[in-house]
């Protein structure tokens, strides 16, 4: 099942990110992209334990990826694919054409993802991540 996040699931959010990523958002960070009107934040549920959450910002016609992470054993099942489809169409819906998000150069199984969802590369960000590593920007029409 996949639903809107609210307040309550911020600490299984948090919990979720800090297993995934090495520089994760803090809870503080997931709590202030509630009180936004641009964030819409969506997660996945299988018999109530969290298996993976996604966040897009819409502003006008651009909406970005901001967030996107699956639980280890969920991996590799389409369970990403899923949440990223379900973002992108609620981007449609609040007007966005075009959608952009930001992988690291070493996260290969992520590139592929989105290069299988219809995202294409556009540059290189140069140490974009704390770590000093690059980012690749993707970007992907939604019309």
Same mark, same amino acid.
């Given at each position: 099942?996949i639903r809107?996040?609210?307040?309550? *699931?911020?600490d299984? +959010?948090?919990?979720?990110?800090a &297993?995934?990523? =090495?520089?994760p958002? =803090?809870?503080r960070?997931?709590a202030?992209?509630? %009180?936004s *009107? $641009?964030?819409?934040?969506l !997660?996945?549920?299988?018999e109530?334990?969290?298996?993976?959450y996604?966040?897009?910002?819409?502003?006008?016609?651009?909406?970005? +990826?901001?967030?996107?992470?699956?639980g280890?054993?969920?991996?590799?099942?389409?369970?990403?694919?899923? +949440?990223?489809?379900?973002? %992108? =169409? %609620?981007?449609r &819906? /609040?007007g966005? &054409? /075009?959608?952009?998000? &930001?992988? $690291?150069? =070493?996260n290969?199984?992520?590139q592929? !993802?989105y290069? /299988?969802?219809?995202?294409?590369g556009?540059?290189?960000?140069?140490?974009?991540?704390? *770590?000093?590593e690059d980012? +690749?920007?993707m970007?992907k029409e939604?019309?």
């Amino acid at each position: 099942m996949i639903r809107p996040w609210t307040a309550g *699931d911020l600490d299984a +959010i948090a919990a979720l990110e800090a &297993e995934c990523f =090495s520089y994760p958002w =803090s809870r503080r960070m997931l709590a202030e992209c509630l %009180l936004s *009107d $641009r964030f819409f934040g969506l !997660l996945e549920e299988e018999e109530g334990r969290l298996v993976g959450y996604g966040g897009v910002e819409v502003t006008f016609e651009i909406a970005e +990826i901001q967030l996107i992470a699956v639980g280890e054993m969920y991996r590799r099942c389409g369970r990403g694919g899923e +949440i990223l489809e379900e973002l %992108l =169409s %609620l981007a449609r &819906e /609040k007007g966005a &054409e /075009k959608a952009f998000l &930001e992988v $690291r150069v =070493s996260n290969a199984a992520a590139q592929i !993802l989105y290069l /299988k969802h219809g995202f294409r590369g556009l540059y290189c960000r140069t140490r974009y991540y704390p *770590d000093g590593e690059d980012a +690749i920007v993707m970007t992907k029409e939604l019309g």
